[in-house]
């Protein structure tokens, strides 16, 4: 079988152009493959962050997670083409624990800045400007209460108890004594010899005694000089029950009066332990109780364990406004302000990221919509 030579040429150049395209079309196929999209899509960083259970920073329900902490950083995350794993723990201690062994990579709990803190820990870029608040019980009671109502809760009260008794012992000992001393004398103070109406004669001198306003004496010499005695000791009893009365008077009148900062001395306050909170009320030698978690100071606030609570002004404003709306109340102005920001290891390259991720949110407004889904505009 011949060829012409037109049929060679022809069949060469049709083998060459089949094998170019074959080659062109590999090395396409390589590029893409070799490209970092396609790397990363198959290999996606994922990243270990720590949190807690602080509405409305993080919120936790049927192993889901939501909040303004939430939410800010998985838009952070989505910036910045990483996944998640978020690591739920029990308490602050937990969560600054598990930074400094670098069992997570970040904290997403958002947590105040503070120069201790700064020393050995890394923060990104303020999410947010947050101070502390303090709540109390919402009693309902007005400022105007019944002055009678008032009266006689004080009369009654445990303390007044007992100082009528101590009141009681001191009337009966002294009128037995001038009783016997002066039943049936001629002239004298107790008329009748029997018991009673005597000991009644005898205890009606005793109060007048007690209270400086005794107008008979005792006939009989040793009952006079016991009746002198008497009424110095009246005296001195009608002054330490006066005394008694005002204190319970004043402590009545500050009682449950706390309206900000400066009237935390003397009142049991609850926070959480190893926060900024905590932190501020042993400084300022307040008598605190620490507690692990949120939920537990908010729980001994309301059993009375306690008579207000300090903490970060937007947990306790969310509550406020949600669980304990008509039960609780914060007062008082909003003090010891500082920015709250997400956590890292010391020197941690994720620190720039995460900055530039928070700045591209809050250019292209996804922030503010973050913020005023929790917070209000």
Not at 87 to 104: F, H, I, Q
Not at 113 to 122: G, L, N, V, W, Y
Request: hydrophobic share 45%.
């Amino acid at each position: 079988m011949s060829f012409s030579p037109l049929t060679i040429v022809v069949g060469h150049r049709n083998s060459v152009s089949t094998r170019l395209c074959q080659g062109a079309l590999i090395l396409l196929l390589t590029l893409v493959a070799a490209s970092p999209g396609a790397a990363q899509s198959g290999n996606i960083p994922e990243l270990k962050v720590g949190i807690m259970v602080v509405p409305p920073f993080v919120m936790e329900q049927n192993g889901s997670y939501s909040g303004f902490g939430i939410d800010l950083w998985n838009a952070v995350a989505t910036q910045m083409k990483v996944k998640t794993d978020y690591r739920l723990m029990s308490d602050v201690t937990s969560l600054v624990e598990a930074l400094r062994s670098k069992s997570v990579d970040i904290v997403g709990s958002p947590v105040t800045i503070t120069a201790a803190r700064d020393a050995e820990f890394d923060f990104s870029l303020p999410i947010m400007q947050a101070g502390l608040e303090i709540m109390v019980r919402d009693t309902g009671e007005t400022a105007t209460q019944n002055p009678l109502e008032g009266l006689l809760e004080l009369l009654f009260s445990r303390t007044m108890l007992l100082w009528l008794g101590i009141a009681l012992v001191l009337i009966l000992i002294p009128a037995h004594l001038v009783w016997l001393l002066e039943r049936g004398r001629e002239g004298g103070m107790i008329r009748s010899r029997k018991y009673i109406p005597g000991i009644f004669e005898a205890m009606y001198w005793a109060v007048s005694g007690l209270t400086s306003q005794a107008q008979d004496m005792p006939h009989q010499w040793l009952a006079r000089a016991f009746s002198v005695f008497w009424m110095f000791a009246g005296v001195v009893f009608v002054a330490f029950y006066t005394a008694q009365l005002t204190t319970n008077l004043t402590v009545r009148q500050i009682q449950g009066s706390i309206s900000g900062p400066d009237d935390l001395t003397g009142k049991r306050v609850a926070t959480v332990a190893n926060t900024v909170a905590a932190d501020y009320l042993r400084a300022h030698n307040v008598l605190v109780q620490e507690f692990n978690r949120s939920s537990s100071m908010i729980e001994a606030l309301q059993n009375r364990q306690v008579d207000s609570i300090v903490f970060q002004a937007p947990v306790l404003l969310y509550y406020v406004a949600h669980e304990g709306k008509g039960i609780v109340k914060v007062v008082g102005p909003e003090f010891d302000v500082a920015p709250i920001a997400f956590g890292f290891q010391l020197d941690s390259p994720l620190r720039r990221q995460v900055n530039q991720a928070l700045l591209e949110l809050r250019e292209n407004g996804t922030y503010q919509q973050i913020y005023d889904k929790w917070f209000g505009s």
